[in-house]
């Protein structure tokens, strides 16, 4: 398998620290608000990460933390005249809602920033005791040109970033490139007692207390947005290997921007749609699919252009399981045998799904792997008939479904309705309605919504959402 590697520049072979296992860590949300479409693009690539080594036989252990202590929270707790933690458990849900309609798995652990002062403060001491940290006035820096390989993740030079960075007035650094381990409390924020005084962590400082807590002193991974580069995940390698003396992560993957109008979508912009209400207007899954048909290092111009043909795509890959399901659905239960021919068909299938593993070992290229699927369906739609044997039907639609599943795609119907489907059942119902067939058209809402679609009857017609 090969990864792009930030920190080499090149994609490199995978070699995981320890035989079999994957230890990865990807920088989470900072949970003041609902997540927007950008923010969205990390989850879903790395969850389509993890899917693929597990998928290899890999045990992953996925750690992605909440960034629930910030300026952002604390404002936004401030205006609505409530607790900075009501406003981050909050949002921790809403969150978590999300994940879940995009099919994002539970990391294996989902640590909080504000339960793991005690770590951060231990990490600061220690950093303060190998100079590599100084305290003025209740607020500790680290001192960045201790760390002889500051700027190797960024490739930035030292001097170049120094004669960028000054001084605030109210700063006491030694050195414009130092920045925030522990700042004092200010009145009205939340805090934590500290050898240093109360105050609470700075944001850098929390990766890498939670990555070497949960995943020890050297990781295989470590993953995010590319804006994470500079600063916060150079100030997190020299953060851990000061204070460790080891190299942190050995991969650093990053993901290109989500644009609108070829600028970064970003809450301070104002330029961003929710996660939450692109999968109300179009489904969580067509989200999912947008951004694995790019590949992750390139930069995507999000539309409701883009979407449309998302979901447009996402069906074409559904009708064709759909099809393969019915004609199952109408065949006895045995299987019978596969003939010559079908057997030379699946050698042709399972070409697709090795052009589907090359793609995904080549920097998870999850856009050339969803053209392997297309492929399949292709492969389905030409030669799955009602004469070909069950067996062979089965095979060709357990290898799309097992693909998809792995880009954490659903396609089969039991799992979610195609809006073909929908809508067929939906006409039955005027249908039902019209010839005052009352029962049979509550029964059709009923069934409905059990497979999570909700209608709605409005004066223009009958509108109906997934739920
Ligand atoms: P934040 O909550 O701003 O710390 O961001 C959470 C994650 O989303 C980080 O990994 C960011 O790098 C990532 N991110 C933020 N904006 C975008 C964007 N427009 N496109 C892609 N990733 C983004
Ligand atoms: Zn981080």
Redesign the pocket.
Known sequence: MRIYNTLTQRKEDFIPIEEGKVRMY???????NF?????????IFFDTVRRYFEYKGYQVTYVTNF?DVDDRIIKKALEEGVDASEIAERYINEFRKDMEALNVREASIHPRATREIEGMIDMIAGLIDKGHAYEKNGTVYFRARSFKDYGKLSKKNIDDLESGARIAVDEEKEDPLDFVLWKPKKEGEPYWTSPWGNGRPGWHIECSVMSSKYLGEQIDIH??????IFPHHENEIAQSEAASGKPFARYWM??????IDNK????SEGN?FTAREICEQYSPQALRFLMLNAHYRN??NFSRELMDAARNSLDRIKNGVYRLEHLLGSRPGTDDEITPGESRLLEEANSHRVKFEEAMEDDFNTADAITAIFELVRLANTSCSEDSSSSFIRAVLDLITKLSDILGLKVRTEEEMVDADIEKLINERQEARKSRNFARADEIRELLLKKGILLEDTREGVRWKRV
Not at 26 to 32: E, H, I, K, R, S
Request: charged share 15%; glycine share 14%; proline share 8%.
């Open positions: 990807v920088c989470g949300p900072t949970v003041y997540i927007h479409v950008g923010n969205a693009r990390p989850m960034t993953g995010g947005g590319e804006d994470l990053h993901n290109a921007f989500l644009n970064k979508m970003s809450k961003f930069p995507m």
